[in-house]
């Protein structure tokens, strides 16, 4: 079972819940996928609309609703939407993230460490999102996140563990749970990110525009089923040379 | 008495209390955020603060999503 900050969760998929077609359709992935862990980003309401309220169809006694920072384009930023969150009532932890560049979406680690400083010193839980690099990773752990989540590679592109070998390396140095986060486009990409012992990966895009997304999102936590488990198994080394599987002898029948 | 919300005008009168300004909008307060002149008000002071002439109100809730291109 993983634990984050104290709080358990038995499943190592967390979901984000944008882009997804309708209210339903997002509920009904998020219910196939075993998910406890939601993202939830916050925006103006819209007051021509004032009733499209997307997140009132999740059931929040299952769902961890847990609040990012997205569209912060500096600390400052990422500061008042944390703060926002925080008073909504919905408890104080928060993903944080710090894009300021919308073409890459790439998380800036200078704002995102010291928007983490702060909000650290404000009580809040924080778990940062940024690129793969390790020492970032260690530094945010000093400043007290409770989490990492490094990506595997930029939103939304689905390309996979671009970052595999710093996600390797952030793994193995790391004090607190690593999730992959990002990039993540098959159930093959995030069973590799568990069988590289990541703790958890979270995952929206390739669920939330897949051909039948609850079908996806099933598939997913499948797939983080297996690399956990393959992780855990002990997973056997690559090798340079062949060898062979049957025993060499008892062949003279053969020759 | 004119006070902006969510980057639009309104006309209200004086002596609206916010928690009604947001009741007549048609939103349910428990599922939302108050920003009132850049600083966010407690659930309690919704409920007691009336709003001031020329004030900013901003009105935030959770949606679906996480960072995405514009």
């Known amino acids: 079972m993983l634990t984050i900050a104290g709080r358990t969760f038995h499943s190592r998929l967390f979901l984000g819940t944008g882009k997804f077609s309708s209210a339903a359709m997002m509920n009904e992935a998020l219910l196939a996928s075993g998910a406890e862990m939601v993202t939830v980003a916050l925006r103006r309401i819209d007051l021509e609309d004032p009733q499209d309220d997307i997140m009132s169809i999740l059931d929040r006694t299952r769902f961890f609703f847990l609040p990012n920072t997205s569209g912060a384009r500096d600390a400052g930023e990422a500061v008042r939407l944390a703060r926002l969150a925080r008073a909504s009532g919905g408890g104080n932890w928060v993903k944080l993230e710090v894009t300021p560049d919308p073409r890459t979406l790439l998380p800036d680690p200078v704002e995102t460490l010291k928007a983490a400083d702060e909000l650290v010193r404000e009580g809040f839980i924080v778990l940062p999102y940024i690129n793969a690099d390790p020492i970032l990773s260690l530094r945010l752990q000093d400043a007290g996140a409770a989490a990492v989540m490094p990506l595997g590679a930029p939103i939304g592109t689905n390309k996979g563990l671009l970052t595999g070998y710093q996600i390797g390396i952030i793994i193995e140095q790391s004090r607190v749970p690593v999730v992959v986060d990002a990039g993540l486009g098959a ?69 | 008495m004119r006070i902006t919300c969510n980057g639009e005008e309104y006309t209200v009168e004086e002596g609206k209390r916010i928690s009604d300004f947001i009741q007549e909008l048609g939103l349910a307060a428990d599922t939302l955020v108050v920003e009132y002149n850049d600083r966010i008000l407690s659930k309690e002071e919704r409920e007691t603060m009336i709003l001031g002439e020329g004030a900013t109100l901003e009105l935030i809730r959770f949606v679906g999503g996480g960072s995405r291109s514009c």
């Not at chain 1, 956990?228 to 062949?242: I, M, W």
């Open chain 1, 187 to 255: 159930p093959s990409h995030a069973a590799q990110a568990m069988e590289l012992g990541a703790d958890a990966v979270l995952v929206n895009t390739a669920i939330a525009v897949a051909g039948d997304p609850v079908r996806m999102a099933a598939a997913f936590a499948l797939a983080v089923q297996a690399g956990r488990d393959a992780y855990e198994a002990g997973l056997g080394e690559q090798r340079e040379e062949p060898s062979a599987s049957s025993p060499r002898d008892g062949l003279d029948f053969l020759r």
